[in-house]
């Protein structure tokens, strides 16, 4: 026991050590460099959403990428659907351009025959980015998992779990087991498992899928404020289409409230409806965006650096915060299901 | 059958589990109450900006119940 409290203090120190002298050195030469590397930008297009994905850029300034398809509708031109590679480097294409600098960077624009853009009338932009390929991708990945565990128990019966069913089986009971029926009570859970073991399932395949960096995976798709606003928003309409006569009451004539404050408290209380779920969509999307911006930091830092000696160092902090992501990813997927729980099973207090 | 009287066996009010479930419930506080002074306070600006008064008073009045609900709305679920 002492020998094992020794080592890891041992190891504290090391990483103490480490980050003082990193960040000492850091200070120093940041304003050398800062012209030859700017990380901040580096690090916002890799957690951005996209209309290519990007591998590597060469030596001569090429860029490697698979381009999505663009799909793009507006009033005038109706619909259209082409490559982004037509709009790659700053190229127009059918009167469209990928805007690169200003408040609507990244974003596509029509031009006019001047080159102008318009960005009072910006086109609807329905495209296949990263984000949506990694969400695809993802959905194929649970199903094959999930169709074959159904097969596997099709076949065998419910014995003894063999292969992925003995790596799926147990996370399945967890999420019934100490999410659902906790929250939810015996009799009302096995309505909402479906919802619940979906919303997990595709968080934490999203999650885990964003560690890898190489596409198909990489695409940071659940630290993309649009992807958790939507799961948010399933949860909120579950729980408010789930609620009972008890909860309505609670919101519009909270008891032991007297008349006059009403008008000021059901405001309130219907401000406290919407602020659940944002609490939800903000929490989910700040820790995976927060994650991927330490390990793209730390990467940097030998870029920043502009030296193979600072490498080993980055890597072994980039592990280390690979395999705490790697928590995070579970944690995540944990805790937004048992917040979802939690607010359906509010919504549904059993009579007391 | 045998299956649910398994289930009631495992006791799902158990401390731990009561532990885990009040920090995640508690994680979302922080969230919740920059929430809603944010969302009230910019009602508060854009209100202000239709009237085009000279005072701001919606911003006042929508910022300060932002923050009374906030603290309510904490207070309530901590309670809870």
Known sequence: MKTKKLIGFFFFLLLTGATISAFGQELQEKKESEEKFDASTFILEHIADSHEWHILTKENGDNVAIYLPVILYSKEKGLDVFSSKKLADGQEYLGYKLEEEGDLKDKIVSVNSEGIADEKNLPLDLSMTKAVMGMLFAAIIGLLLFISLARSYKKTGISHPKGIQSFLEPVILFVRDDIAIPNLGLHRYERYMPYLLTAFFFILINNLMGLIPVPPFGANVTGNIAVTFVLATFTFIITQFSGNKTYWKHIFAAPGVPFWLLPIMIPVEIIGLFSKPFALMIRLFANITAGHIIVLSLICLIFIFNSLSVAPVSIFFVIFMDFLELLVAFLQAYIFTLLSSLFIGMATPEHH | ?80
């Not at chain 2, 649910?4 to 922080?30: C, E, H, M, T």
């Not at chain 2, 969302?39 to 508060?44: C, D, E, K, P």
């Not at chain 2, 923050?67 to 901590?78: E, P, S």
């Open chain 2, 1 to 80: 059958m045998e299956e649910s009287q398994q289930l009631k066996k495992k006791n799902p009010k158990s401390p731990v589990n009561k532990g885990i479930r009040d920090f995640a419930r508690y994680s979302g506080l922080a969230f919740q109450m920059i929430g809603i002074i944010l969302i009230t306070t910019w009602g508060g600006v854009k209100l202000d900006k239709l009237a085009g008064s000279r005072i701001p008073v919606f911003t006042i009045v929508l910022s300060l119940f932002g923050v009374f609900a906030a603290i309510y709305i904490a207070v309530k679920d901590f309670i809870k």
